[in-house]
T-cell receptor, first 114, second 115 residues
Framework: DGGITQSPKYLFRKEGQNVTLSCEQN?????MYWYRQDPGQGLRLIYY???????QKGDIAEGYSVSREKKESFPLTVTSAQKNPTAFYLC?????????????FGPGTRLTVL | KQEVTQIPAALSVPEGENLVLNCSFT??????LQWFRQDPGKGLTSLLL?????REQTSGRLNASLDKSSGRSTLYIAASQPGDSATYLC??????????????FGPGTSLSVIP
């Protein structure tokens, strides 16, 4: 089955630690996205990548970093510089470079800072 | 500045009713608009995508319309069922030429269909 997987489902982090969230897709999509969702708010774009080895900042990139070394993988690192990292993180992909076709979402990772 | 709003924030209806969810956006130069469904604690599932050149899209009991000039989209759900209970989000995409520019998600409408 084709789709997007995110791991882990739940993640707990101590203050001052960096953590990395995994996102893998086997849909052969070129573009991948990371969003953050907070209660009562719409999703906000953190980073996006339209092709391998290239990515751009979204609206709230501060305190986050990404890499895109393989087409199917787009990991997100939440660094200690992110002041309020507790949130629900969603990864998505589309099947053309930057063209806003239907976005397919993963199941999400819930990050909690202890 | 681009903004996306959704009304109402929450809606509760008896099973079988037809209902309309609203999405409004500023800056009518959109690329497309997408409607999603989100179940609690889960990712988003795409329902309908309307390109900027289209007026509406239909899938089963769902119909989405787009009026760019007024900055509005509606999602119509016919003959609602308890399984339709979820949060519905709209997302608006803007492009510069063929390059992605911005996406903004609305805050969502929480729908509860009572058996």
């Amino acid at each position: 089955d084709g789709g997007i997987t995110q791991s882990p489902k739940y993640l707990f982090r101590k203050e001052g630690q960096n953590v990395t969230l995994s996102c893998e897709q086997n849909l052969n999509h070129d573009a991948m996205y990371w969003y953050r969702q907070d209660p009562g708010q719409g999703l906000r774009l953190i980073y996006y990548s339209q092709i391998v080895n290239d990515f751009q900042k979204g609206d709230i990139a501060e305190g986050y970093s990404v890499s895109r070394e393989k087409k199917e993988s787009f990991p997100l690192t939440v660094t200690s510089a992110q002041k309020n990292p507790t949130a629900f993180y969603l990864c998505a992909s589309t099947d053309r470079q930057g063209a806003a076709d239907t976005q397919y979402f993963g199941p999400g990772t819930r990050l909690t800072v202890l | 500045k681009q903004e996306v709003t959704q009304i109402p924030a929450a809606l509760s209806v008896p099973e079988g009713e037809n209902l309309v969810l609203n999405c409004s956006f500023t800056d009518s130069a959109i690329y497309n608009l997408q409607w999603f469904r989100q179940d609690p604690g889960k990712g988003l599932t795409s329902l309908l995508l309307i390109q900027s050149s289209q007026r509406e899209q239909t899938s089963g009991r769902l119909n989405a319309s787009l009026d760019k000039s007024s900055g509005r989209s509606t999602l119509y759900i016919a003959a609602s069922q308890p399984g339709d209970s979820a949060t519905y989000l709209c997302a608006v995409f803007w492009f510069r030429g063929t390059s992605y520019d911005k996406v903004i998600f609305g805050p969502g409408t929480s729908l509860s269909v009572i058996p």
